[in-house]
């Protein structure tokens, strides 16, 4: 819920595009709160800069007072963020395995590229439960999901116990976690040449001091970007993505 407001957004986002327009080497995407979407998608139609939403139902309409719907969405954004760990955490039953799975279906079905969202809290993780728990969410999201559709989405591995706590899991750590239980489990469901083609990201207190560190790694193939991307500086964050 940060930079909602429409004056707040379009100084941010006027800071930002000189900068981005100039990475053509990196796809990039700007995901703001609803508020203020259909106002930046026109400031950011000339550039090269894709826009994206943070959620989504499942269902085109009906009695789903205060939800978005992918109708609303197509042809307004590119890209929607699927399952973010926020919004697992609220919990309910917009948020189940089973939502996130109707979720990308329908992102999908109306053209629009889903980034869909798996982490662990730090229970799992310390408990040595991370593969599994990956693993299972992979397979529950892309369950049916056809090999042409799967190759278009992308994947943010984002551990839940490192996001806004400044505390990222190593690089190493997460190029190991993306390779085995991320891409393993991808390789299961699709085989090797599908699974290399899906795109998958590290999310977690990503900052420009260490995007460079995570790029390096065979498995990362990009980053989603929290607190970091509300100032001017995500423009050199960016830059560092490169190398």
Aim: hydrophobic share 40%; aromatic share 4%; with cysteine.
């Amino acid at each position: 819920m940060n930079l909602g407001q429409r004056q707040p957004a379009l100084e941010l986002l006027g800071k930002l595009i000189p900068g981005l327009s100039q990475l053509s080497e990196l796809d990039l995407v700007i995901c703001p709160p609803f508020t203020v979407l259909a106002e930046l998608a026109q400031l950011l139609e000339p550039t090269p800069i894709a826009l994206g939403a943070q959620n989504m139902h499942w269902e085109d309409s009906g009695a789903h007072t205060g939800e978005i719907s992918p109708t609303m969405l197509a042809g307004l954004c590119q890209y929607v963020i699927i399952g973010h760990s926020e919004r697992r955490a609220a919990g309910g039953e917009h948020e189940t395995d089973l939502a996130i799975h109707r979720k990308l279906g329908a992102a999908l079905t109306h053209g629009i590229t889903p980034i869909l969202c798996l982490g662990e809290n730090l229970e799992q993780n310390r408990a040595g439960e991370t593969h599994d728990f990956i693993s299972k969410q992979v397979r529950s999201a892309f369950e049916g999901i056809k090999p042409e559709q799967a190759r278009s989405c992308v994947i943010a591995y984002e551990p839940i116990w490192a996001i806004g706590t400044g505390e990222a899991a190593t690089p190493v750590d997460a190029n190991r976690v993306i390779g085995l239980s991320v891409r393993g489990a991808l390789v299961e469901l699709y085989g090797e040449r599908v699974a290399g083609e899906i795109r998958v990201q590290y999310g977690g207190s990503v900052t420009a001091e260490n995007i460079a560190d995570f790029m390096t790694m065979p498995e990362v193939d990009g980053a989603l970007v929290g607190g970091a991307s509300l100032k001017p500086g995500f423009v050199e964050l960016a830059q560092r993505a490169l190398g």
